[in-house]
């Protein structure tokens, strides 16, 4: 279809239309007996509609994000209609085709069509008009809507339909590409028919009067609802696609796009012959992730391989440590990675190819899948349970998708294929496993090389040609050689960008590294690792559509870091397959700085030569820099080599290895793997650290080789973890992928060395890199005085090093001021502040005001009173920081109106009713001390999604620091370390984030909702998404943040400023139209009224404060919050520190009234009177020309500065839609009236299905207002529902509250769990054995406090996920059970998934283990097994005896007949941590307000 | 880095002073050093702070939190090359510098619990004396141009040695028959003994600096062929004290005292000035006053009174005038008055009085702050036979400057813009051109003023900068 008219999907100013993500639900339905019906259709669509929650609209509600169906060729409508012209089922295919709408334009796509049609020997039946309802699409949805039509298109006499099928690919190919966006061919094949469009789920069947028709009959059917971040129009976007429908993201994306690309010069098949190269490129330009996905999955089958085969191949399970696998089947996996990498991501995929159907997830499992099978004969699999309601009795069996496995219904063999059976088919169809053990080649068997000679040039010269500095040995590498582990720093990070810095820094240092955030969740590798694998491979790549042993010739590397001798290895390998080329990286010094650019050119040139002469390993070495060469900064090298060999699309004829002095931190060896790198080996950082051990920089005793080892160790851990950032498991997936933002590198420099990534505000090109080298290259000429290396000043303040932000003067004349109140000194802070910004390196100081030539009189401005409303401090935990800082600060922000955060540990309630009370109350993946009635007493919940310091990681708090007070208010045990996971185990995307939203309007409908995001480039679609979701704040921070501790790299390599990232968001908003119902809000270093004005100027209604209101109290930026070492009491837990603590409210009164009292007179000078008047006038904002040294530097702020046409406001006007009309919960307030008024005992019956979420929210919410923490009294109010609950059952369930469900439920039951009690059972009647069927989703019971839950059957994935104090019983539960569990009690009387009691550092875990399979599957790392004793087993009876009672379980009623014996089959899972900590008692009771972890009475 | 949290346990250590009892007896340094494992553990005591305060309150930039770290893990000779990066002198500042580091130390924000950076210093410095790691440094290639550095205290030291290993010929001129300035004839060697002066001026020659003492300049002529002149003569004109028997015998400025002790010790010359057996009154409450008082203790004085102007200043750091990070303006006791004699706050002398020579101090109390109103009925008579004036200095002394022609600013001192005179090819440092200071100050005035030499140089050598312009030749 024509995009042209439609402006909004073209890039402009920060906006760019590739960052849009999708996310959605997906269902299809079959009849096993093969037989098609149009009652497939009609329950298909039902199913679509009860997944209308998991789609979005826009800000025109009628404008859905897309929806549709895939069906079997429905050959009763078309013989219909066509009759005797239409060859018999099978040799005809159906095309459907988005056309342009107006008619001249149509007329010429079709008969391009007809002619390609033509020339590829089909014949042309005929054009079909779709039959549609043109009034149903929204306003949105219409204007861009395309002509849609079919064609009928006949085989060739004679073509088989696999070769009829390949015909039909390459025609539609051939048109794709010559009619290019004016024709979309959602599908075009013989067997299988897509309808689909920018339509809401129940829209579609409305639009496509077909669907109605009950000649369309089916044996399958497979509906997609889909959820874009963004809403510019797009018809083609809208799934299915032509083999698939997917629910989840690609988080490799572009390496897998860049990867397919440098294939296809090697592509070739016997199928295909000649005509495949009509259809490249594989990848069509401009599709999505999804597409993109089709497209290989596509070319994959067609050549010959089945469709499970191909999707085993792109979406492998974790098979690296897996043990419990076959071998055949693990042989499977590692052949086919030396055909092509995982794509990897959060991934549900559904499909089909007309004749099976099924669905598969990708490694970790992050989406939710639930089938059932019927007596009757159908299988239904959905995102969710109960979309399609059935009789009980009717049902056989039900399960979920879970990780790494397929689900498939083969309608030929008229069954479900159980997930081994199939594996074993298609790992067993050729002998891969032989092959690969065979072919492939270990690193460590090539024979020992002739170690080098030692270089001439000394070490020192060496290091300082490299840029080392003091702070690379003693920061960096000897905590990296000292413990294995990359070092960790805190509060963020506040010197220049690297593009500003006046130091010349590496070129890693202007790549930020990307992470995921809501549309994907990060990963924990460490906990985790199970999934993770940091194996590489070099080598040449054969032809992907072949399969012979020879593809199996890799040589594997087990970590990329390569030491020097594994370096020599390959360098000399001789074998005859592998063969090696070193290419010099340096050129001569006396050509200065303009010989980059040759030097270069040349490498390209000679790796062009080394590919001719047969080398498969290309060694980028920059050994031979020295006084008279210059090394080429190896960043460069390697991804200009990789993008030049991609473009010659000679890639994959070798792997490339990188020998270099340069890289010596986690981040270097990250950004040089993430642009091509196979391998590294930082020669110069191992030399480095032998001359550590010899100055005795290291422990004791210390070996040079132990040095060594423990950084390359470190260094790997390092880079699982930026790679689990991003939610990317495999560095063979990392490899190439590009996941990094350029910040300050010129346009084209990335356009032709790192082509595809962001580069928005321009930046130095290859002359100035150049240069920065040779000037490097000169300070390294030895002279006196050499025998130090500089100190930079880059981790610490100095004053000849690297400029920081926080730096004696500003500290200092803060603190005067606002201990002294004295404006005067304030002025001089924030000029100084100011001019730092300026001189020093951040993007607003580049800014300047255009002022009018009259401003407005300083007493008509809005008082700095009503300034001050708009100001909240950051999200520190109690925790991270003191009790007496953090209550500081709330004080401080309650007497000016404005804002404080709890941080992510929960509040001491004693705070709730006095001015110690934090308006924001944070829900982050922790969900430490988040109860309902901790929600109920807020303004705002701010999910935090990231934070500046650290985005995409998780955070740990040492057991040490967990206090008895600490542990009270996050509701855990003293002495327990607490880990907060990396993602928040509800939002693995945006739609889970759209239900957070939900439950936590449930739990408080007055609190505005905020979500909280780190800068980064397409954060403005993310937040477009949360604006989408319903949310009714969002915040932008930049990367400068960080109060807290983290690793270095993270603090200065992830993120990117929050004025880009502010831009970005209020400039994607405007063009959405949803700028006007969302308040938006950044933070990152503000420190002035000026920055608040520019803030605001961006876009920005509000604005955080962290650092600045700390230093105000008295922070000096020590920079070791890590270390309980706070000498100002403010970072520490020790008490004696504590009392150091000399900050006070009013020093933080006064710094934010100083500030709005500078915000003011600016806006006196802008001549705006109104704060929100302030909001998104980029007009009023210019680049300053009047500063030197930015311009020179090729930065363009134009982007940073556009303005879209707004249609509505550039604020926030108006609210959201209201969300909670329909809750099922106003019906069960009404019931329970007399409880909540009177205390009296109510009971209530219901009927629930799947679109009743968050079932017993807003009820909770009720109790814990009225009756605060403690609740009502046991069994006050009890509910019996029947049918499938939505998902978040029983969310923060209060005390007195119990939920009795017969049916099943899906994901998030027992959510935060607060009191009440949950019990789940089949329905009467229920014609399957409960005990062997799901009856919950995945993420059961996360962050529950109290309470208990009874589940007669099987639960998902992480049950019981950071449970610290519910008492549950499960007959079974997926992977990862009792995650990162702080308290509580789990009972598992049935089978347990993999990796369970991963992170479990408290609470107790009772295992059945009647089958001894539980240890291999329970992760050690935190907890040891036990058997039960005494006192346990009686606990434990009486919890097996209220799930009997609860449930009818007819398991635990097995159990207790024979009690005595059954107590010995248990397995108790006990922490190491849990078990001190309760020996210790170290239970001391800190606070007024202190919670009890469960301390439920027996029950009967 | 030091050792997590060793603040906590370890307390400060402050400098180990011989007893006053002993030392009075001989004039030989009073300050120890501390043992090595004191010394670790007070570098253990450095938290390595994200923002060094006390980096940034060295004049010098002296990066501390690195050396003291090198000290905690035993590497001196690194610590020593870490030192000497930034300070040319850390012997001299290791001795006399009052330390505003350890004022602005994070620690210090506990008042008293500062890292005891100063005696780290030292340690470091004199371990790298005497095991021979500093030697000198020539310039690897000469320049072929001249400079003349008029004046050999710290900062014309400094700026010397600077410019000598940039490889530039460097002539010392200094009016007195040795060098070192102050150093040498202003404080006493229990403070510093001269050796310490004299091996470092050891080290300059060796390194080719060529010493002109005895050499007034006073004529442009002297300085003619050379391609730059550096002045850094000091800030020597004391402040006098107008009072009625100013005239007398027996009043004195504190230098001409002190110069002559020292002169005495090393055996150069007969003192002029003795307070053996006196009644010693000295006018100044500061370091040279207190220099004077601990020397008129070693002659044996009869008595030894020092007075001050201002009143007394609050025994603890005063958080509303000079908070921390300041310098605090709070009450110290000087080493002198340890070893006795008296002191008092808010005195204005209004005479002396004696028949030819002084005999008798005449004063009053003051309300302590300026307009120093006088107390009523608090006149007050002593005794007084030696009156050393020590208030202070005005500027530097002008014949030269004059002889110049060089601008000067409005306090006196020679006005500069990055240490360049108003007349080409004329450069100024130290005292002379900020006005008193610490020596601190002086070492730094001498190194930037070597920088901006070297720069100007630099220019003339490129062949169209300002030294070429000029005539690129200082001419007298």
Known sequence: MSRAPDNRSRPAGLYDPSYEHDACGIALVARLDGTASHETVRRALQALGNLEHRGASGADADSGDGAGILLQIPDALFRGELAERLPPPGSYAVASCFLPAGSAERARVEALIGRIVVAEGQRVVAWRDVPTDAAVPGPGAASVMPCIRQLVVAAAPGLDQDAFERKLYVIRRLAEKEAGRDLVVPSLSSRTLVYKGMLTAPQLDRFYLDLADERVASALALVHSRYSTNTFPSWELAHPYRLVAHNGEINTLRGNANWMRARESQLASELFGDDLRKVLPVIRAGGSDTAAFDNVLELLVLAGRSLPHALMMMVPEAYESRDDLPAELRGFYAYHRCLIEPWDGPAAIAFSDGRVIGATLDRNGLRPGRWYETADGWVVLASEAGVLPEKPGNIVRKGRLQPGKLFLVDLERHRIVPDEELKREVATRRPYAGWFAAETVRLDELPEAERPEPPETPLRTRQLLFGYAQEDMKVILAPLAASGEEPVGSMGNDTPLAVLSGRKPLLYSYFKQLFAQVTNPPIDPIREAIVMSVQASVGSERNLLAETPAHARQLLIENPILRGRELEQLRHVRHDVFSSWTVDTTWPAAEGGAGLEPALERIQAEADLALAAGANIIILSDRAAGLDRIPIPSLLATAAVHNHLVRRGTRLQAGIVVESGEPRSVHSIAVLIGYGAAAVNPYLMLETLAELVELGWLPDGTTVEQAQARAVRGIAKGLLKTMSKMGISTVSSYTGAQIFEAVGLAPELVERHFTGTASRIGGVGLRELGEHAAARHARAVPGAGDELLPVVGLFAWRREGEAHMWNPETISTLQHAVRTGSAETYERYAETANEDAARRGNLRGLLRFRFPDEGVPLDEVEPAAEIVRRFSTGAMSLGSISREAHETLARAMNRLGGKSNTGEGGEDPVRFDDDRRSAIKQVASGRFGVSAHYLANADELQIKMAQGAKPGEGGQLPGHKVDGYIASVRMTTPGVGLISPPPHHDIYSIEDLKQLIYDLRCANPRARISVKLVAEVGVGTVAAGVAKAGADHVLISGHEGGTGAAPLSSILHAGVPWEIGLAETQQTLIRNDLRSRIWVQTDGQLKTGRDVVVAALLGADEMGFATAPLVASGCVMMRACHLNTCPVGIATQDPELRKRFAGQPEHVVNFFFFVAEEARRLMAKLGVRRFEDLVGRVDLLDADEALTGWRERGIDLSALLHRPEAPRATRRVEAQPPALGDALDWRLIEAARPALEEREPVEVELEVANVDRTVGGLLSHEVVTRHGAIGLPRGTIRVTLRGSAGQSFGAWLAPGIELTLLGDANDYVGKGLSGGVLAIRPPDGAGFVAEENVIAGNTVLYGATRGRAFFRGLAGERFAVRNSGAHAVVEGVGDHGCEYMTGGVVVVLGPTGRNFAAGMSGGVAYVLDEELGFAARCNPQLVGLEHVGAEDGEALRSLVAEHARRTGSAVAARLLAEWEDAVQHFVKVMPHDYRRALETAAVSTGGEGFYTTETEEAVA | ?476
């Not at chain 2, 020593?80 to 330390?99: D, K, M, V």
């Not at chain 2, 100063?118 to 095991?131: H, M, N, P, T, Y």
């Not at chain 2, 002084?358 to 009523?376: L, S, T």
């Not at chain 2, 004036?389 to 006005?415: I, K, S």
């Open chain 2, 1 to 476: 880095m030091g050792e997590l949290g060793a603040f906590k346990k370890i307390a400060r250590v402050g400098p180990r002073e011989r007893p006053p009892a002993e030392r009075i007896l001989d004039h030989r340094e009073f300050v120890r050093p501390l043992p090595l494992v004191e010394l670790q553990a007070q570098g253990a005591r450095c938290m390595e702070c994200g923002v060094p305060f006390c980096h940034s309150g060295c004049p010098l930039g002296n990066l501390i939190p690195d050396w003291n770290d090198l000290v905690y893990r035993d590497r001196f000779e690194a610590a020593s090359e870490q030192l000497h990066r930034t300070n040319n002198f850390p012997e001299f500042t290791g001795r006399l510098c009052p330390a505003p580091c350890e004022a602005a130390c994070v620690l210090e924000i506990d008042e008293g619990s500062a890292v005891s950076i100063k005696q780290i210093e030292l340690a470091i410095v004199e371990r790298a004396w005497k095991e021979g790691w500093i030697a000198p440094q020539a310039a690897a290639e000469r320049t072929g141009r001249s400079v003349a550095v008029v004046g050999s205290g710290p900062a014309g030291l400094a700026c010397a040695q600077q410019l000598a290993r940039a490889g530039h010929e460097v002539v010392l001129f200094e009016r007195d028959e040795e060098p070192g300035g102050l150093l040498r004839f202003g404080v006493p060697d229990f403070k510093i003994e001269k050796r310490v002066v004299e091996r470092r001026v050891a080290q300059l020659e060796e390194e080719g600096v060529e010493l002109r003492c005895g050499v007034e300049v006073d004529d442009p002529e002297q300085l003619a062929g050379f391609d730059a002149v550096v002045l850094a003569t000091g800030s020597r004109v004391p402040r006098d004290l107008p009072v009625p028997g100013r005239e007398l015998d027996g009043v004195h400025f504190a230098m001409d005292y002190l110069a002559g002790r020292n002169r005495a010790l090393a055996g150069t010359a007969e003192p002029r000035l003795s307070a053996a057996g006196k009644h010693v009154v000295v006018i100044g409450g500061g370091d040279t006053g207190a220099d004077c008082v601990a020397s008129a203790h070693r002659e044996e004085a009869a008595s030894v009174t020092q007075i001050e102007l201002l009143g007394e200043p609050p025994a603890r750091r005063p958080d509303d005038l000079t908070p921390w990070p300041l310098w605090p303006a709070k009450l110290r006791t000087s080493y002198a008055l340890a070893e006795g004699g008296e002191r008092s706050f808010a005195i204005s002398t209004t005479g002396l009085s004696g028949e030819g020579r002084v005999e008798r101090i005449h004063w009053v109390r003051n309300e302590g702050a300026p307009p120093f109103a006088v107390v009523p009925d608090s006149e007050e008579t002593r005794p007084a036979d030696l009156v050393l004036l020590a208030m202070g200095f005005l500027g530097p002394e002008l014949p030269l400057l004059d002889a110049l022609g060089v601008e000067r600013d409005g306090r006196g001192n020679v006005a500069t813009r990055d240490h360049a005179t108003s007349r080409p090819g004329v450069f100024a440092a130290g005292d002379a051109r900020r006005g008193q200071s610490l020596i601190v100050w002086a070492i730094e005035e001498g190194r930037r003023c070597a920088a901006a030499v070297e720069a100007w140089l630099a220019d003339a050598d490129g062949g169209d900068g300002a030294a070429a312009r000029s005539g690129a030749r200082f001419a007298g």
